[in-house]
């Protein structure tokens, strides 16, 4: 398992990810948000979704909603998210770092 977690906080945005994963926790790649461009939303912080701790369903469940929403090929949208990762809108999301003194020197 992974040390990195967030949770979506949002009511809304949470109510999203439990029908597309099955949880409003997941893991990303680091607990520290980056600057990102997303749609509405320029110079966001987000997290970047470890995509490696996915099943095939749920990837394939973000790549259909994804698709769904910006109305975008589904195919296209499976390659941008395998080339340029997937973000998380960093506003209401709880980091979680589990095994902290692993990270702290």
């Not at 967030?6 to 949470?14: F, K, L, N």
């Not at 597309?20 to 990102?36: D, H, N, W």
């Not at 749609?39 to 995509?51: F, S, V």
Request: net charge negative.
């Amino acid at each position: 398992m992974k040390d990195f977690k967030v949770t979506i906080t949002d009511p809304a945005r949470a109510a999203e990810w439990q029908e597309i994963l099955g949880t409003t926790t997941v893991c990303v790649r680091s607990p520290i948000p980056t600057l990102g461009e997303l749609p509405g939303h320029p110079k966001a912080l987000i997290y970047e979704l470890d995509l490696n701790m996915l099943t095939p369903e749920q990837f394939e469940n973000i790549v259909v909603f994804i698709s769904k929403k910006f109305n975008e090929p589904v195919e296209a949208v499976r390659a941008g998210i395998l080339i340029l990762g997937m973000p998380i809108l960093a506003d209401d999301c709880m980091v979680i770092v589990e095994n902290p003194q692993r990270w702290l020197s």
